[in-house]
């Protein structure tokens, strides 16, 4: 069973930075793509950023420059640096990860929600202004 544990949310002033950390488990972590998903209040689910197996990384267009995500398959581990972090960043921020149907290649990056079949509990991240 894949289970995935986030961490790291909390509450930062506008313009500050958190890292987010997801670790994973139950399966061979390197053989899969990971990726950052994000809920506010009201809102639905939007991806933030994922990345292929061989570390290519895609962000949606308003955490460019700003969120870097990265992996570390020694700790299987995903990671989302958010730098520059503005109010409207606010939202549960979810790990996800493809399950073992998924038909991409080595270079492949699920960019939409059904395309990801675990997903974590969440870790909130609050900016204040």
């Known amino acids: 069973q894949v289970q995935l544990v986030e961490s790291g949310g909390g509450l930062v002033q506008a313009g500050g930075s958190l890292r987010l950390s997801c670790a994973a488990s139950?399966?061979?972590?390197?053989?899969?793509?990971m990726g950052w998903f994000r809920q506010g209040p009201g809102k639905e689910r939007e991806f933030v950023a994922a990345?292929?197996?061989?570390?290519?990384?895609k962000y949606v267009d308003s955490v460019k420059g700003r969120f870097t995500i990265s992996r570390d398959n020694a700790k299987n581990t995903v990671y989302l640096q958010m730098n520059s972090l503005k109010p409207e960043d606010a939202a549960v921020y979810y790990c996800?990860?493809?399950?073992?149907?998924?038909?991409?290649?080595?270079?492949?990056?699920?960019?939409?929600?059904?395309?990801?079949?675990?997903w974590g509990q969440g870790t909130q991240v609050t900016v204040s202004s």
């Open positions: 139950g399966r061979t972590f390197s053989s899969y793509p």
């Open positions: 996800a990860a493809p399950g073992s149907s998924y038909s991409g290649n080595y270079y492949s990056i699920p960019l939409e929600k059904y395309e990801y079949d675990y």
């Open positions: 990345i292929s197996r061989d570390g290519r990384t």
